[in-house]
């Protein structure tokens, strides 16, 4: 479908999903979140991006500043972030977001949904159906003061998670962030504590089997260069 409007934002979180990846950041003029879509999919769950690239071919990172030309709001249940590309259309990288900008950004005080119900392994990680709250979205951007990164094995196959304190509750979630998941899997490490301070993003994924689950999307540390 053809744009009909464009959204300028800071990328916050890449990570794995499916085939393809899933974009997530706040917008430039008021610092709301935007989680872009490729609605044009057919499939049960909200879509993978599959054409999220600049002109030059390249693929966004996380702290680019995107311009994405868009078609219309696609929120779905809780997820009321979302928002349809345009097919195929070019992305348009403007620039980078430093760590200060980052920390501007970061929801101070903001809660993690609803907590104490914990999948096998994990911890606080998901939230029942039946008591989502579109009104509460989907995402959100934390400061910590340390994050914990393990490897575990999920079906037989390596994985990596999180452990971290915030607001007095513990939790344990799946990171999904691309470049984490590609260093650490790489690598013969099997844990390593990250000192603060640290950003993350977390979103709230689509129902699975009556829950939603808590990822680590996007991990942001002072002065790193995203590669990927």
């Not at 998941?181 to 979103?203: N, R, Y």
Request: proline content about 6%; hydrophobic content about 40%.
């Amino acid at each position: 479908m053809t744009a009909t409007f464009t959204e300028q934002f800071v990328c916050l979180a890449k990570s794995r999903k499916n085939q393809g990846c899933c974009i997530a950041g706040k917008r430039l003029n008021d610092g709301s979140w935007i989680r872009p879509v490729d609605d044009h999919i057919v499939s049960a769950f909200m879509p993978p991006l599959l054409h999220a690239r600049y002109e030059n071919g390249l693929v966004p990172k996380v702290l680019d500043i995107i311009e994405v030309p868009c078609v219309a709001p696609k929120p779905r249940d809780h997820q009321v972030e979302n928002v349809e590309i345009a097919y195929r259309a070019p992305w348009k990288k403007l620039g980078r977001a430093s760590w200060e900008d980052v920390v501007a950004l970061v929801d101070v005080g903001a809660d993690l949904w609803v907590n104490g119900h914990s999948s096998t392994g994990k911890l606080n990680d998901r939230v029942p159906e039946t008591v989502l709250d579109p009104t509460q979205g989907s995402l959100r951007l934390l400061q910590l003061d340390s994050l914990l990164l393990y490897r575990r094995h999920k079906k037989n196959k390596p994985c990596v998670q999180a452990h971290f304190e915030y607001q007095g509750e513990e939790y344990k979630l799946d990171v999904t962030d691309t470049r984490v998941e590609k260093e650490f899997l790489l690598s013969s490490v099997v844990s390593v504590e990250i000192p603060g301070p640290v950003v993350v993003c977390v979103s709230l994924g689509e129902v699975f089997n009556g829950f939603a689950y808590k990822l680590i999307a996007g991990v942001i540390l002072p002065k790193r260069q995203e590669n990927s």
